[in-house]
């Protein structure tokens, strides 16, 4: 069965310090990748997607990037954190695009 | 489509009873819809899901009910248990935009035992 891989849980970083949360699945070979971000009261708002290493779309133009190292690895960065970067950054993974997807715990992010 | 809301709607039902949790989407175009429940702190759990040429899919304990003509979209939850209690929310996704799928804020289910 396949499982999908988040880290850290939780993480409080300075306003401009970098970021980098991780994300692996395990279980499947070339899935879809996806970095959501979830602000309290709102829905998922769709950061970037991948359909393979080294492939990354942007959905929303910010301080963040992703990139995708490994058919299996999925990495959210920022160079200098913002206080609106605070949030639950989940990631998820589908067989093909357009399929469900399924997201792994997530992780609670505090800039102070 | 997405609310910009702060405060999601709340559903309060007494544990045993059947609960419906709706959802209305935004674009005619959609042709996939999915429901996800979310326990406080967690990632959101498939639950169930419906394409467009159906108007009804049921799971364990759970059917969806797909209304077209009003855009609407419906999750329910038979003999609903205190386990039940979480966030529910719909996404939408269309063929033509394989990675892009359009989740609304939620529902706020509270189970009372």
């Known amino acids: 069965s396949q499982t999908i891989h988040q880290w850290p849980a939780t993480l409080v970083q300075p306003v401009g310090s970098p970021l980098s949360l991780e994300c692996t699945v395990e279980?499947?070979?070339?899935?879809?990748l996806y970095w959501y971000r979830q602000a309290a009261g709102r829905g998922l708002q769709l950061l970037f997607y991948?359909?393979?290493?080294?492939?990354i779309s942007s959905e929303v133009p910010q301080n963040l990037s992703a990139s995708r190292p490994q058919d299996r690895q999925f990495i959210l960065s920022s160079k200098k954190l913002l206080l609106s970067d605070s949030g639950f950054y989940l990631c998820?993974?589908?067989?093909?695009?357009?399929?469900?997807?399924?997201f792994g715990p997530g992780t609670r992010l505090t800039v102070t | 489509g997405e609310s910009v809301g702060l405060h999601l709607p709340t559903l309060s039902v007494q544990e045993g009873d059947n609960s419906i949790i709706n959802c209305a989407y935004s674009?005619?175009?959609?042709?996939?819809f999915i429901w996800y429940k979310q326990e406080s702190g967690k990632g959101p759990q498939f639950i169930i899901d419906?394409?467009?040429?159906?108007d009804k899919r049921q799971g364990q304990r759970v059917t969806v009910l797909l209304n077209k003509t009003v855009k609407h979209l419906s999750l329910q939850i038979a003999a609903t248990q205190p386990g039940d209690s979480a966030v529910y929310f719909c996404?939408?996704?269309?063929?033509?935009?394989?990675?892009?799928?359009?989740f609304g804020t939620g529902t706020s289910l509270t189970v009372i035992p």
């Open positions: 998820a993974w589908s067989a093909h695009p357009g399929d469900e997807q399924y």
């Open positions: 279980g499947t070979s070339n899935p879809n």
């Open positions: 991948s359909v393979g290493i080294g492939q």
């Open positions: 674009n005619s175009a959609s042709d996939y």
């Open positions: 419906i394409r467009s040429n159906m």
């Open positions: 996404a939408e996704g269309r063929s033509n935009t394989g990675n892009q799928f359009y």
